[in-house]
């Protein structure tokens, strides 16, 4: 009888597959008012370090980004385009750099926060709209009122450094719940995977599963490439 497979298991939610999310410091989002940096920290579910920032009510963290040091200031709002305040991207220049941006006003940001990672305001759309040139190179259009933070986000070049050896990626996965080597289903046993045996990296059968196949089975492509007599 066979196991069940790593993708089975995976969506079980144990314990190897799940976030330490106790290990991570805290909530990351924009500065709710205009603060100081009180500390810069380094937390495992972030490839960029954090930045205290403590208000008169209360503190926070957010991405901290190049050149920050603590006593800095930062401020939510206004006219002034410096590095780590927040604005919307209406008020936003075009051509600056930007992290940390919302999906929808209000979320706190969700793209471009990794590490040495960088997005730029391109251009105005005149309809509610601002046209953002992401990591990727791809323009994308967001409303004006999303907030993004001016600057480029720490800990750039952290991939230049190797790892050496599988052991020091194995705790970088590890850290973060992800998983780590990763095996293709061929070099596995048949015990482990559908495509696993002993015939060497061959599969033996197709790679295409069939329509009612349980859990487990339904592995390899989704759908056929294509389908009728070749012409």
């Known amino acids: 009888m066979g196991k069940r497979i790593i993708s089975q298991r995976r969506g079980r939610g144990t314990i ?100 040495g990672t960088f997005a730029r305001v391109m251009n105005k759309t005149g309809i509610g709209e601002v046209v953002v040139k ?3 190179k791809k323009l994308v259009k967001f409303k004006e009122e999303c907030l993004a933070t001016i600057g480029v986000i720490a800990g750039g070049g952290r991939k230049d450094k190797p790892f050496m050896k599988a052991g020091k990626k194995w705790h970088s996965k590890r850290a973060r719940g992800k998983l780590y080597p990763e095996v293709s289903g061929v070099a596995m046993n048949a015990t482990d995977h559908p495509f696993g045996s002993g015939r060497g990296r061959h599969m033996g059968k197709p790679s295409i599963p069939p329509r009612n196949a349980p859990p487990g089975r339904k592995v390899g492509q989704i759908k056929a490439r294509r389908t009728g007599r070749k012409k």
């Open 134 to 136: 992401m990591p990727s």
């Open 16 to 115: 190897r597959y799940r976030a330490p999310s106790f290990r991570y410091k805290g909530k990351v989002s924009h500065i709710k008012s205009s603060g100081v940096v009180k500390d810069i920290i380094n937390c495992p579910g972030h490839s960029a370090p954090l930045a205290l920032i403590k208000y008169e009510s209360g503190e926070n963290f957010m991405v901290a980004y190049e050149g920050l040091s603590v006593g800095d200031k930062v401020m939510l709002g206004g006219i002034e385009v410096n590095k780590g305040n927040s604005l919307k991207l209406k008020d936003i220049p075009d051509g600056t750099l930007i992290y940390n941006l919302e999906k929808n006003p209000g979320d706190g940001g969700k793209f471009v926060r990794a590490g």
